[in-house]
């Protein structure tokens, strides 16, 4: 993913000094150095209240009642492994009660998949007795295995939906079926996907995965207005939309029609076996690019695991990944999305487990 982008935060006590100490300097694979942002930032109300905001004054100032030691961040091996190159930094907002004690942690540019893990471990600091309650930015860098310019890929990974849970900040803006469009009937929803890539700016970029005839200018209009935290690094992931649905008198099974409609379960989660017998097409995904970037793997196995819905018409619905293949991830779901069963009475879901062997 390139390029990597820098977020400048300004303010009037902007200091921008490197840490000296031994825990935060250590640059290998994967490991971080942190970076004092004495700056003001607004209060993005995130964990343990506090009785009033406190103040935000440079890092400097708090850091040096710092009493824990050899507890700074790491990123988590999954999301390293994600992002594969380059450099990805995330800025949080620690603040401190006066007893010492890291009572809220927010994240001010986030890093997807990561932050949760990384606030944790900043809740553990411990400081020594401060004069007030106070709060400071401190900027984390994050070196990957691969360096930027040795980088194989062009684009931002597909991630977890959930990794963008919460970054979000528009709201109120999902797309609406146009005046003039009839809503389809609940056997057949329309069901569009749509790749969306959100910078570090927190903006979007949108592209279609799969169309929704006639109204992709609108989706694609709708969605492009949507922001999000600023981010450490770009994301993308896949974004489904529906519309509302009709009554069922013209689906398999109901009133108007008479194709049999399979009965598995009232909605909900089958097994993959249970399913396997009615799909009608669909080829079995290939990797891409991963056996040539992981010829490492020679005589290992790589393992991924999908969560399929599929529509009462037996078209895919949704898909998401629960083991994730990483960056093979988006090569697999779009063939996985192909995949065609015969009519069911209910929207239903299973787990699809892939297994590939280097030999």
């Given at each position: 993913?390139?390029?990597?982008?820098?977020l400048?935060v300004l303010?009037?006590?902007a200091?921008?000094?490197?840490?000296?100490s031994?825990t935060?300097m250590?640059?290998?694979?994967?490991?971080m150095a942190?970076?004092d942002l004495g700056?003001?930032s607004?209060?993005?109300?995130l964990?343990q209240?506090?009785?009033?905001?406190p103040?935000?004054?440079?890092?400097?100032?708090?850091?040096k009642?710092?009493?824990?030691?050899k507890?700074?961040?790491?990123?988590?091996?999954?999301?390293?492994?994600?992002?594969?190159?380059?450099?990805?930094?995330?800025?949080y907002k620690?603040c401190?009660?006066?007893?010492g004690?890291?009572?809220?942690?927010?994240?001010?540019?986030?890093?997807?998949g990561?932050?949760f893990?990384?606030?944790?471990?900043?809740?553990?600091?411990?400081?020594?007795?401060?004069?007030q309650?106070?709060?400071?930015?401190?900027?984390?860098?994050f070196r990957?295995?691969?360096e930027?310019?040795?980088c194989?890929?062009?684009?931002?990974?597909?991630?977890?939906?959930?990794?963008?849970?919460g970054?979000?900040?528009?709201?109120?803006?999902?797309?609406q079926?146009?005046v003039?469009?009839?809503?389809?009937p609940?056997?057949?929803?329309?069901?569009?996907?749509?790749?969306?890539?959100?910078?570090p700016?927190?903006?979007?970029?949108v592209?279609?995965?799969r169309?929704i005839?006639?109204?992709?200018?609108?989706?694609?209009n709708t969605?492009?207005?949507?922001?999000?935290?600023?981010?450490?690094?770009?994301?993308?992931?896949?974004?489904?939309?529906?519309?509302p649905s009709?009554?069922?008198?013209q689906?398999?099974?109901?009133?108007?029609l008479?194709p049999?409609?399979?009965?598995?379960?009232?909605?909900?989660?089958?097994?993959?076996?249970?399913?396997?017998?009615?799909?009608?097409?669909?080829?079995?995904?290939?990797?891409?690019?991963?056996?040539?970037?992981?010829?490492?793997l020679?005589?290992?196995?790589?393992?991924?695991t999908?969560?399929?819905?599929?529509?009462?018409?037996?078209?895919?619905a949704?898909?998401d990944?629960?083991?994730s293949?990483?960056?093979?991830d988006e090569?697999v779901?779009?063939?996985?999305?192909?995949?065609?069963y015969?009519?069911?009475?209910?929207?239903?879901?299973?787990m699809?487990?892939l297994?590939?062997?280097f030999?």
């Open positions: 993913m390139r390029p990597f982008f820098w400048s303010g009037a006590f200091i921008g000094i490197w840490m000296s031994s935060s250590a640059m290998a694979d994967g490991t942190s970076r700056v003001t607004t209060n993005l109300n964990g209240d506090l009785p009033s905001a103040d935000t004054v440079p890092a400097s100032f708090v850091m009642y710092k009493l824990s030691q507890d700074d961040p790491h990123l988590p091996e999954f999301v390293r492994a994600m992002y594969a190159c380059g450099t990805i930094t995330g800025t620690i401190v009660h006066k007893n004690e890291a009572i809220r942690i927010e994240p001010i540019i986030t890093i997807p990561a932050d893990e990384i606030m944790t471990e900043l809740k553990r600091w411990r400081f020594s007795t401060l004069p309650d106070a709060c400071f930015l401190q900027r984390f860098e990957l295995k691969i930027e310019r040795d194989p890929f062009s684009e931002p990974p597909l991630v977890p939906r959930d990794w963008l849970d970054a979000k900040l528009s709201i109120k803006d999902e797309p079926l146009p003039g469009h009839s809503p389809p609940v056997c057949d929803p329309i069901i569009g996907v749509y790749k969306l890539c959100v910078q700016t927190g903006t979007v970029r592209s279609v995965v169309s005839e006639g109204l992709d200018r609108h989706i694609l969605l492009v207005r949507w922001r999000y935290r600023s981010m450490g690094v770009p994301a993308c992931i896949w974004q489904y939309i529906q519309f009709t009554g069922s008198d689906c398999p099974g109901g009133g108007g008479e049999e409609a399979i009965r598995l379960s009232d909605g909900g989660v089958v097994s993959a076996r249970s399913i396997r017998t009615l799909k009608v097409s669909g080829d079995d995904p290939h990797l891409s690019s991963i056996g040539k970037l992981l010829g490492r020679r005589g290992q196995m790589l393992h991924g999908y969560k399929i819905c599929i529509s009462n018409n037996g078209s895919v949704t898909i990944p629960e083991r293949l990483l960056r093979e090569s779901m779009q063939t996985l999305l192909t995949w065609r015969k009519p069911l009475s209910a929207p239903t879901c299973f699809q487990h297994q590939y062997v030999e």
